[in-house]
Every structure is written in C-alpha cells, then in structure tokens.
C-alpha cells in the first residue's frame, strides 16, 4: 500500500513541475507576445501615419472609421 502511495506522489511531483515549466514558459511568451504588439504598433503608428491619406482614399475612408 505504501509503495502505491509513494508511486502516486512521484507521479503529483512530477506533474507539478511540469505545471511549473509549462507556467514559466507561458509567461515568457506572454512577455513576447506583449513586446511584438507594442513595436508592431509603434511601427505601424510611425510608418502607416504619413501613408494612411494616401493609401486610403478618401470616399472610403469615412466607412474604415465608422462605428457601425
């Protein structure tokens, strides 16, 4: 009966370290995902601004703001 209940708390042990890594490793790719959408949207904001009049024209403009 022992050896059963020790065999099971390696297999838990096991288990929570694995939950561990796989808790570290999300947090990074959290971390990246939050660094790529912040330059993506700099980069957007300061490369798309000047060109956003001339690549949209201006009869279709007003429906690419729209709320609607």
């Known amino acids: 009966m022992q050896s ?4 099971k708390q ?10 561990k890594t ?4 999300n947090a990074k790719l959290m971390s ?3 660094q790529l959408r912040s330059v993506s949207q700099t980069n ?9 009049s001339t690549l949209i024209s201006p009869d279709v403009a ?3 703001t729209s709320s609607c």
Do not use: C, T, W, Y
């Open 22 to 25: 796989l808790d570290n490793a």
């Open 10 to 19: 390696k297999v838990i042990e096991a288990q929570e370290r694995r939950i």
């Open 32 to 34: 990246a995902l939050h």
């Open 4 to 7: 059963i209940v020790k065999q």
């Open 44 to 52: 957007n904001n300061s490369m798309l601004g000047p060109l956003r």
């Open 62 to 64: 007003e429906f690419k």
